[in-house]
């Protein structure tokens, strides 16, 4: 007689009302749920100003010489370099000078939090994001500018470091038993003028190096391309809070209306 009872009392099945009734009640509760949330979404788009973005980009140009001692992988990891020279010391205080003059004062922290550095391919982007549109694309071209200015400079004392170790390794490479230099040039060498010119150019290797920035003559740099004007923001923009506080309202009115109606529970003969 209990194996009879058994058979007759199948597993329970449990159905969400919501979709099992047919009053519009929870339909109209789940729409209500809705307009609360993009009405919510609207309100905070207008409480919480957007944030904009400006790009500036700063482009490189590779020589690769052959028989050289530069790989393309050093001067790949040139160009990562360049991305770290953004908030090389001078970079960064000649930027922050610029700004103080126009009365914007700025510090190494906040530049820190409001820019991001991207390499694509040859180039080196600087991104910076403001609740100014003006002012972020003020501050990456000025940034790009800088930088472009100091990459030039350091690019001139890599070709005077870059000559001063050619001359240097020719003179050294005279003093050796097997001499690799032209022989008409080691024949002009004297002890006084060998001692001299090493001198010389020791003094000009350690004087140029710092000033490179450990960049050499192979990579040197073509622009910069100043910041445009962001028309869009980056987040918190109107259409985009209207559309989650909606996403976040169907949520809501979904479990408020099953709370509300609880589950049926259908038992199958």
């Not at 597993?11 to 009734?21: A, C, N, Q």
């Not at 009640?25 to 409480?47: D, H, I, Q, R, T």
């Not at 009365?103 to 994001?129: C, F, H, P, W, Y």
């Not at 800088?146 to 000559?163: D, G, M």
Request: aromatic share 6%; with cysteine.
């Amino acid at each position: 007689m209990n194996a009879d009872k058994q058979t007759k009392n199948p597993p329970e099945d449990y159905v969400l009302r919501l979709f099992s009734r047919k009053s519009l009640f929870p339909w109209l509760l789940v729409l209500a749920c809705m307009l609360a949330g993009a009405l919510l979404g609207a309100l905070l788009s207008l409480a919480l100003p957007p944030v904009y973005e400006a790009r500036a980009l700063v482009s490189t140009n590779l020589e690769l010489v052959q028989d050289a001692n530069i790989t393309e992988i050093m001067l790949d990891a040139e160009i990562n370099h360049i991305g770290e020279l953004v908030f090389h010391p001078e970079v960064v205080n000649a930027l922050i000078e610029k700004e103080a003059v126009q009365g914007n004062m700025l510090t190494l922290e906040q530049l820190k939090d409001s820019t991001s550095v991207e390499r694509q391919l040859m180039n080196t982007v600087i991104k910076v994001r403001s609740r100014d549109p003006e002012l972020a694309a003020r501050i990456a071209s000025e940034w790009a500018e800088i930088l472009f200015t100091r990459l030039n400079e350091a690019y001139t004392h890599a070709v005077e470091l870059s000559s001063a170790k050619m001359q240097y390794n020719s003179i050294r490479d005279c003093l050796t038993a097997q001499p690799k230099a032209p022989k008409t040039f080691c024949a002009t060498l004297t002890a006084d003028n060998t001692r001299a010119d090493l001198e010389r150019l020791t003094q000009i290797i350690i004087a140029e190096s710092p000033q490179t920035l450990g960049l050499t003559v192979a990579l040197n740099v073509s622009q910069y391309q100043p910041a445009a004007l962001p028309g869009e923001p980056l987040y918190y923009s109107r259409g985009a809070l209207i559309l989650g506080g909606a996403l976040a309202g169907l949520a809501a009115g979904f479990a408020l209306a099953e709370l509300t109606s609880g589950l049926k529970r259908n038992d199958e003969a």
